[in-house]
């Protein structure tokens, strides 16, 4: 008789204990997880209700200037009266957006630039031609300090937020073009690639079966990364001031830094450049976290090496006893501990 083949609901409870496995192994891993959990969920609250979590508008004043923290306003307030706190957390959904819309645009452009060029470069064929295209318009755009060269994009357009998204997702895209065709070059020549190609399976369906799937694991560990640093550089061109504007009405944090550490501010009322710094560095910090910990779960070396490290402090399950010749349980006899290193 047949094997009844796993239901989805087990294969799925599996996979998540898998991945609360490598977690609890892991706690920096479960600490980034859980911050980029409540960094999302505070965005989407601000966003659809933001009353419940910022007591001021974006130009709100509240009557107070230039006081210290307290707990009516967590991070003080500044010399027009603003409470900081309600203006940082205002700039959340914004910088991280921008942060995983970019680092996503990039992903896709980059990424299909990245499969033509890696998958079909067979020499004297066109796609050796396309591929050559592509790879030499990206060294154009490597060639190019990125921060540098969507600065001069940035005013060349004019100042404003989306003319600074703009510019650096036109500078973005060649590092995923890279990334991409690296990988696909290594795929593409594997044994089970080759014996799918011998056995006369489509060369898209080889594409997308196998080389797209084996993509995934660096591709969602670099992309996760790639949000805290497409984050660090819009904040960086927000800070010299080509991004946009602060007092506004939508606050950003680059934007906060330059406007806070003017003028002398920053040495006579530090809090508030405290601010939005801090919440830059936990934001990227909860997306480095994150990336380690995709990267161990997604490789399957380590994250078997994860699974046994946590079964081995795991009590060992309880084996029956051995019956006796009888047919029932020798007397006094007591079950053997499992020992799972006998497996092997």
């Not at 209700?49 to 307030?77: D, E, I, M």
């Not at 937020?161 to 593409?188: C, D, N, S």
């Not at 080509?242 to 501010?265: D, F, I, N």
């Not at 936990?282 to 699974?307: K, N, Q, W």
Request: with cysteine; charged share 10%; glycine share 12%.
């Amino acid at each position: 008789m047949a094997p009844t083949p796993p239901r989805a609901s087990s294969q799925f409870r599996e996979t998540l204990g898998t991945f609360w496995r490598v977690l609890r192994a892991n706690p920096l891993s479960f600490l980034g997880f859980l911050m980029v959990a409540i960094i999302c969920l505070t965005a989407l609250i601000i966003l659809v209700a933001p009353h419940l979590l910022v007591p001021y508008g974006p130009q709100v004043n509240t009557g107070s200037y230039s006081r210290g923290p307290s707990w009516k306003h967590l991070f003080g307030t500044d010399g027009n009266g603003f409470d900081i706190y309600s203006n940082v957390m205002l700039a959340l959904p914004l910088d991280l957006g921008i942060g995983v819309g970019i680092a996503g645009a990039a992903l896709l452009v980059g990424g299909g630039l990245g499969l033509v060029a890696g998958f079909y470069d067979r020499p004297g064929t066109i796609g050796a031609a396309v591929s050559l295209s592509i790879m030499r318009l990206t060294d154009i755009f490597l060639s190019f300090p990125s921060l540098i060269l969507a600065l001069a994009i940035t005013r060349a357009l004019g100042i404003g937020v989306w003319e600074t998204v703009f510019a650096i997702g036109l500078t973005w895209w060649p590092f995923y073009v890279r990334l991409v065709r690296g990988e696909v070059l290594a795929i593409k020549h594997l044994p089970y690639v080759t014996a799918a190609r011998a056995a006369g399976v489509r060369e898209n369906r080889i594409l997308l079966r196998h080389v797209v799937r084996n993509l995934l694991e660096p591709i969602i560990v670099y992309f996760t990364l790639d949000i805290g640093t497409v984050l660090v550089t819009y904040s960086t061109i927000g800070f010299i001031g080509v991004a946009s504007k602060y007092p506004g009405p939508q606050p950003e944090w680059g934007a906060m830094l330059a406007y806070y550490q003017g003028g002398g501010l920053i040495n006579t009322y530090p809090w508030e450049v405290f601010a939005p710094g801090l919440a830059i560095f936990i934001t990227v910090l909860a997306f480095s976290l994150l990336g380690d910990g995709l990267r161990d779960i997604l490789d399957p070396r380590t994250r078997r090496a994860f699974v046994r490290s946590t079964a081995s402090h795991d009590p060992p399950p309880e084996v029956p006893a051995l019956p006796s010749a009888g047919g029932g349980a020798a007397p006094g006899a007591v079950a053997a501990p499992f020992d799972p290193g006998g497996l092997g």
